[in-house]
């Protein structure tokens, strides 16, 4: 069968994007081979695994579907099938899942895992239906192939040195923000791994857990039974815990709840959307935390992004274009001699990037910056305040990145 290999635009797609063991895959399961057929979902995530993908989503498309592919955080498409395969793919996969292949109206949700090449993953699916069909997406969890540890993650001395001051006094509430995929969850667990490592009564309360770890007591949200973030932190608190991981603020009650925990003596860790450090001030008085209770109980802030870095088999460097000279220009930043970029080549598929690398922004924070909090200064006078003092930002920090050659201007959100 030969893959339609268009974008969402109906523009050509080179056949480098395309990754080669879904053709292949393809190519097993569109054959005559009954055996071969009934197995094509397990086909499809070794695949999948084999090129190192963290997410596959099988979307309904006209009279077909298209299989994606999530490869260094950036969709791929991967192929293009006609509607029975990719109904075939989805029934199989909701086997494996032990779930009714039968379409159901109300989203499913199962988990379970799977071994490929010798490595353990644990995969989360969902299946949905939408317009033209059902839509399937299955994510990929490979704790083989996890660092989680922070030498592991690529924080640098100065971000660890951060970190290890408050392991080391264990007062007051940490928090990792970002948006949605920027890592947050990874880094929290591995700060959080040196504490169980340390004999410390550990529990979290997460959605979903998706990091196991020896020692600790991990306890699943359940909405349905009334365990919600909020519900799990206070029970948190009856099991005489030395350590309290919440996995999400993610509304007012959860926020509120995780900063009165701090404030009884716990050490708590958890993460937030927040676009900066700064930002994390911001979103806690949108949901009603008092000034008081954020100045008193907020110990340091991660602020992180993940991007790709560029593909160390095609990476060549070159003078800045004109775009590149406007964003050193717009952030106040020294030009660059030279930038890196890559051609693409065999080794990255042809996209000219080969895996993903950290940017942090670490915030700890001072006495000024408590009294700033507490009486009100806004998101302007709180950030003026901290450039006054030459604090390294997410900026500063993707610089030093472009500058070393290692990521593109390009991959700056």
């Not at 299989?67 to 086997?95: C, F, T, Y």
């Not at 993940?306 to 050193?328: Q, T």
Request: glycine share 8%; charged share 25%; proline share 3%.
């Amino acid at each position: 069968m030969e893959l339609d290999k268009t974008t969402d635009h109906g523009e050509a797609d080179t056949a480098s994007t395309q990754p080669a063991l879904v053709q292949e895959f393809l190519g097993r399961a569109m054959s005559s081979d009954d055996a071969q057929v009934e197995r094509s979902s397990q086909l499809l995530l070794q695949d999948a695994i084999r090129e190192r993908a963290t997410d596959i989503h099988i979307d309904p498309f006209n009279n077909g579907a298209r299989i994606r592919l999530r490869i260094d955080g950036k969709m791929r498409d991967a192929a293009h099938v006609p509607k029975e395969v990719s109904q075939q793919l989805i029934n199989q996969m909701k086997v494996l899942a032990r779930l009714d292949p039968i379409s159901s109206p109300t989203p499913l949700e199962s988990r379970w895992h799977e071994t490929s090449d010798d490595h353990s993953v644990d995969i989360r699916l969902t299946v949905v239906a939408c317009h033209g069909g059902e839509k399937l997406h299955a994510r990929l969890l490979d704790s083989d192939r996890l660092e989680l540890s922070l030498d592991g993650l690529g924080i640098p001395a100065q971000g660890r040195a951060v970190i290890e001051s408050w392991q080391k006094e264990r007062v007051g509430m940490l928090l990792v923000t970002g948006p949605t995929g920027a890592g947050k969850t990874t880094t929290l667990h591995a700060i959080l791994k040196e504490f169980v490592d340390s004999q410390l009564n550990v529990i979290t309360i997460e959605d979903p857990v998706e990091y196991e770890l020896n020692g600790a007591t991990q306890i699943q949200v359940d909405e349905q039974a009334g365990l919600s973030f909020a519900a799990g932190i206070r029970t948190m608190l009856r099991l005489d815990p030395d350590c309290m991981l919440v996995g999400e603020l993610r509304d007012p009650e959860s926020a509120t709840t995780a900063m009165k925990a701090a404030a009884t003596g716990h050490t708590v860790l958890s993460t937030l959307h927040a676009r900066d450090a700064i930002g994390t001030i911001s979103t806690l008085r949108q949901w009603g935390v008092k000034n008081g209770l954020i100045a008193t109980m907020l110990n340091t802030v991660v602020n992180q992004r993940l991007v790709g870095r560029l593909c160390p088999a095609c990476k060549f460097d070159r003078e800045p274009n004109k775009i590149e000279h406007e964003w050193f220009e717009t952030n106040g930043l020294p030009l660059a001699e030279c930038v890196g970029d890559a051609t693409g080549c065999e080794t990255c598929k042809g996209v000219g990037i080969q895996g993903r690398t950290g940017i942090y922004e670490f915030w700890q924070l001072t006495d000024e910056d408590r009294e700033r909090i507490a009486r009100g200064d806004d998101a302007r006078a709180l950030a003026e305040s901290l450039r006054n003092r030459h604090h390294s930002s997410l900026v500063d920090a993707f610089y030093a990145k472009v500058r070393a050659s290692e990521v593109a201007v390009s991959e700056v959100d």
